[in-house]
T-cell receptor
């Protein structure tokens, strides 16, 4: 069966510090991968998605970047965090490129920027 | 692009009553409509989904209906229980390469014992 992991689970960082959040998927190959941000009490905002190694699409201009160094690894980064980067970050995966398919979410990372 | 609207934003029901959450979408090319349940501090979990070639799907106490002509779909929960309390999200997607989902803004459901 497939599983998706995110770490860390929680993170408190000062403004201006760097960020690296990691997401890995097990039990599948060549998944589509996604990063979402969820502000408190709000909906899901798609930040990035990737259909393959080194292929990243950005949905909104922002202070963040994403990379996919391996097939089942997706990393969300920032060089300098802003207060507005606080939120709940969710990674998700789906299979069957070219077909609308279920996205499965990880447990999330709660980021607080102070 | 696709725009998904979800109503109501909050919903309170008595235990045992039914709950209905409605979503509308704008892109007629959308053909996949999942529903997610999110408990506090956790990632969303898929509870039911429906594709555009089906008008209704049921799984025990949960059902989803789809009206392609009117571009709306609904989640129905019968015999609600306190553990159904959570935030529910609808989404719409097309068969594009990235399988991008367009989410509604969520409904906070409270089931009162």
């Amino acid at each position: 069966s497939q599983t998706i992991h995110q770490w860390p689970a929680t993170l408190v960082q000062p403004v201006g510090s760097p960020l690296s959040l990691e997401c890995t998927v097990e039990g599948t190959s060549n998944p589509n991968l996604y990063w979402y941000r969820q502000a408190a009490g709000r909906g899901l905002q798609l930040l990035f998605y990737s259909v393959g190694i080194g292929q990243i699409s950005s949905e909104v201009p922002q202070n963040l970047s994403a990379s996919r160094p391996q097939d089942r690894q997706f990393i969300l980064s920032s060089k300098k965090l802003l207060l507005s980067d606080s939120g709940f970050y969710l990674c998700a995966w789906s299979g069957l490129a070219g077909r609308a398919d279920t996205q499965y979410f990880g447990p999330g990372t709660r980021l607080t920027v102070l | 692009g696709e725009n998904v609207e979800q109503h109501p934003s909050t919903l309170s029901v008595q235990e045992g009553d039914s709950a209905v959450i409605k979503c509308t979408y704008s892109d007629s090319a959308s053909n996949y409509f999942p529903w997610y349940k999110q408990e506090l501090g956790k990632g969303p979990q898929l509870i039911i989904d429906i594709r555009s070639n089906v008008g209704e799907k049921k799984d025990q106490r949960i059902a989803v209906t789809l009206n392609k002509t009117a571009k709306h779909f609904s989640l129905h929960i019968t015999e609600t229980q306190p553990e159904d309390s959570a935030v529910y999200f609808c989404a719409a997607s097309t068969s594009n390469t990235g399988n991008q989902f367009y989410f509604g803004t969520g409904t906070s459901l409270t089931v009162i014992p």
